[in-house]
């Protein structure tokens, strides 16, 4: 059996659009490819995990719930594609969140540091050198590395075209 492979997406700006803090289903706008690639990773075999920052959360602009609520849209969606995502991790923490359970600055998870994409890695058991990263933020690429993971700063464009492109050059079968 081949090793197992992994691609780690961001949320906002590389699967759907980034209007700021997006919360609301009905307001979920996917990136042109977002749904193709995935599920291409799925057809091939890999894990889609998804690490996304949430300090909306810690400061009080929607509740967990609401995310939730949203991820549970994108998934009804995906699987209307026959795609679907292995796992989302999220980092609700902020320095300055109302809530005090969300109170923390420098969270070990919350991006550029690597806790969601060490622990994505982890229960997987995902090899680094299998496994890579699509951000649209500085602080993505910065997890990433510190993951020990290649990472790509998307911009603009088709994700799909993007991530074979990744893919290929980290040497994941897509
Ligand atoms: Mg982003």
Redesign the pocket.
């Known amino acids: 059996m081949p090793a197992p492979f992994a691609v780690i997406f961001?949320?906002?700006?590389?699967l759907n659009e980034?209007y700021g803090y997006a919360f609301e289903p009905a307001k979920l706008v996917w990136i042109p490819g977002a749904r193709a690639a995935i599920k291409r990773v799925n057809a091939a075999g890999g894990r889609v995990m998804v690490a996304?920052?949430q300090s909306g959360i810690g400061r009080g602009y929607y509740s967990e719930a609401q995310m939730h609520g949203f991820h549970a849209e994108m998934e009804r969606q995906l699987a209307a594609d026959g795609a679907h995502i292995d796992r989302i991790y999220f980092c609700p923490f902020h320095e300055e969140a109302a809530e005090a359970r969300y109170r923390q600055a420098n969270h070990p998870d919350r991006k550029p540091n690597p806790g969601m994409l060490l622990r994505a890695l982890g229960d997987f058991g995902i090899d680094p050198a299998r496994a890579l990263m699509i951000?649209?933020?500085p602080a993505?690429m910065q997890a990433a590395g510190a993951a020990g993971i290649d990472g790509y700063l998307y911009e603009e464009g088709d994700l799909e075209d993007f991530l074979l492109d990744a893919a290929s050059r980290t040497g994941l079968p897509l």
């Open positions: 961001d949320r906002d700006g590389v980034d996304t920052n951000g649209d933020k993505d």
